[in-house]
């Protein structure tokens, strides 16, 4: 069973992109002259002739849930090719977690099998291909090896060391491809001694400090409306496997490398300058804030006639132009709110004035009236005023792609937009085990007499 795909090491040693440059500092000097004489308008790219900035990447994907699928979805943005490795009955966890579902059209092969697609699942998991394999089956960890050998990078989010009884741990792999970029992601990381522990975002957040400092500020610690610790974490890794590729491409030897990426590092390091803060002062944080910031009045959310509008006087400047707005401008001459140091001795007065007079108007008029005043403002909204918001329509952060099985679905689009690069949705989550005929076939070159025969033994689906 021969890959049908040119080796890493070829495939990267003839590109030209950040991943195997070519350019030489002579033609990159003839680039910059070019540009200083004037010759700033080279020939447009259309949008066929764009390409990803990942295009020719291929990932294998070994995660379930979040955090991992979160990365390999950044991946897959950005034109690589992402082959998803699922339990060949379950699938991925999220398939089972709703309600809500995307239901099955009437005409659908699925239709009657199920509720749909859970909306967990579609929210992370476009623009790959499904496999359904169990590799507890040797056959299916042949498949694995053979999938490795022609990949670029592998993530997987088992616990460290499970992978190993399976022969799919990273010396195994490095030793069949030592070109592979190996990313594992774990609660608390190969090493310490929480490592063996299974990681979840929220006890994470608990833990490395993030709902310490979340909540109001008499209230409870509470966790974050998103699990943002899996989704920095996805961002951390996806931004790592990147940094390894760049690196790979400038060694001779095109050797890969192990990533450990841990929830519990992540969560630490997004801390920023409140650990900062702590480290420098010596002292414990100051606690939750709510919506309130800790060295800056005013800068909240205050209580409108129907909901809440974010306020922030970051400087005295801003400060006076809120008191315009407000129709109290007295304030901001008065000793105890003129400058910002004052202002926060003297915050829950400031904040209970403000709140009197927000609270007689609606948010759109306070928006309204708050419109070219150069200060920042924002209603307070739901996520799917969010969705539907003006702004968020004209840059394009909800796509329509079409499922097989459940119509038209919207997705939220990817957020960076690039100039030289076709960057976005390819194509609409998979069901489970969609591709496994076609990864069989066309990547690894099986038969259809062999491929039906790994199916009656169970190792794909």
């Not at 522990?197 to 994470?204: F, K, S, T």
């Not at 800790?294 to 801003?318: A, C, H």
Request: hydrophobic residues 35%; proline residues 6%; neutral net charge.
């Amino acid at each position: 069973m021969a890959p049908s795909r040119a080796s890493p090491h070829r495939l990267l040693s003839c590109r030209t992109n950040i991943f195997g440059s070519s350019i030489t500092p002579a033609r990159q000097q003839r680039r910059w002259l070019n540009a200083a004489v004037g010759q700033r308008n080279p020939p447009r790219k259309t949008d066929t002739d764009k390409k990803g900035p990942l295009s020719g990447i291929r990932v294998l994907d070994m995660t379930r849930v979040l955090a991992g699928p979160y990365c390999t979805q950044i991946l897959g943005d950005l034109g690589a090719e992402i082959i998803k490795i699922e339990h060949p009955t379950r699938g991925d966890d999220t398939r089972a977690w709703g309600p809500p579902y995307a239901e099955y059209t009437p005409d659908s092969s699925l239709a009657g099998t199920g509720p749909g697609e859970s909306a967990y699942f579609l929210g992370v998991n476009r623009n790959k291909h499904s496999l359904a394999l169990s590799f507890q089956h040797p056959s299916g960890q042949q498949i694995l090896h053979e999938l490795a050998a022609t990949s670029d990078v592998i993530v997987e989010n088992y616990i460290p060391g499970a992978l190993a009884k399976y022969k799919m741990d990273f010396e195994t792999l490095s030793g069949i491809n030592p070109s592979l970029i190996y990313a594992s992601i774990t609660g608390y990381g190969q090493t310490g001694p929480f490592s063996k522990r299974a990681g979840y975002d929220v006890m994470v957040e608990a833990e490395f400090g993030l709902m310490h400092i979340t909540g109001t500020r008499d209230g409870p610690p509470v966790k974050v409306g998103v699990a943002v610790t899996d989704l920095t974490t996805g961002l951390y890794t996806a931004n790592a496997v990147m940094a390894a590729l760049l690196q790979r491409s400038g060694d001779p030897e095109r050797r890969g490398q192990w990533l450990d990426v841990a929830l519990s590092d992540c969560q630490t390091a997004t801390l920023a300058n409140i650990a900062s803060s702590v480290l420098v002062s010596g002292k414990r944080d100051t606690g939750r804030w709510g919506t309130a910031h800790p060295s800056i009045v005013p800068y909240k959310g205050f209580e409108t006639k129907d909901g809440d509008v974010m306020l922030g006087g970051g400087n005295d400047r801003l400060f006076g132009v809120l008191c315009q707005r407000l129709g109290r401008p007295e304030w901001a001459v008065d000793e105890r709110f003129r400058t910002n140091n004052v202002r926060v001795k003297n915050r829950d007065v400031l904040e209970e004035m403000i709140t009197g007079v927000t609270r007689t108007k609606t948010t759109g008029e306070w928006l309204g009236i708050l419109e070219g005043s150069g200060m920042p403002y924002a209603a307070v909204n739901d996520v799917k005023d969010t969705l539907e918001h003006e702004h968020t329509r004209a840059r394009g952060m909800v796509t329509e792609v079409e499922h097989d099985n459940c119509g038209t679905l919207k997705v939220v689009s990817p957020p960076v937009k690039y100039s030289a690069s076709k960057v976005g949705v390819r194509s609409a989550p998979p069901t489970l085990g969609q591709h496994t005929d076609y990864v069989l076939k066309e990547v690894l070159g099986m038969s259809e007499d062999k491929i039906g025969e790994l199916k009656t033994e169970g190792v794909v689906a």
